[in-house]
């Protein structure tokens, strides 16, 4: 098993920036591409960002791009999501995701059924 804690959420206001890290035990972190997916109140969860295991590719959503960065220390066994411009509509509880499979995809790395282990989540919430 693979546990995944999430934290760095809170409340931001519009145009601020938080950083979110996972930190990640129990199993080798470096086997895993890392995925950041979120899930506002009333909707469906979604892709914001992906890395592969080396960090050498990295993937983000389209409403992402630009302002988001995603990152991974394997010494640290830790993933990051650097949000900056930060709206409202980012508001959301964010969740951390491993992947232990072999393609890395972009395709593959954007979809939730692909991970095997996720964190518990943590809140974003953006005031205008």
């Known amino acids: 098993q693979l546990q995944l804690v999430e934290s760095g959420g809170g409340l931001v206001q519009a145009g601020g920036s938080l950083r979110l890290a996972c930190a990640t035990s129990?199993?080798?972190?470096?086997?895993?591409?890392m995925g950041w997916f979120r899930q506002a109140a009333g909707k469906e969860q979604e892709f914001v960002a992906a890395i592969t295991r080396s960090g050498g590719s990295t993937y983000y959503a389209d409403s992402v791009k630009g302002r988001f960065t995603i990152s991974r220390d394997n010494a640290k066994n830790t993933v990051y999501l650097q949000m900056n411009s930060l709206k409202p509509e980012d508001t959301a509880v964010y969740f951390c995701a491993a992947d232990g499979g072999v393609a890395e995809r972009d395709s593959t790395l954007r979809l939730p059924r692909n991970y095997d282990y996720w964190g518990q989540g943590t809140q974003v919430t953006v005031s205008s």
């Open positions: 129990g199993r080798t972190f470096s086997r895993f591409a």
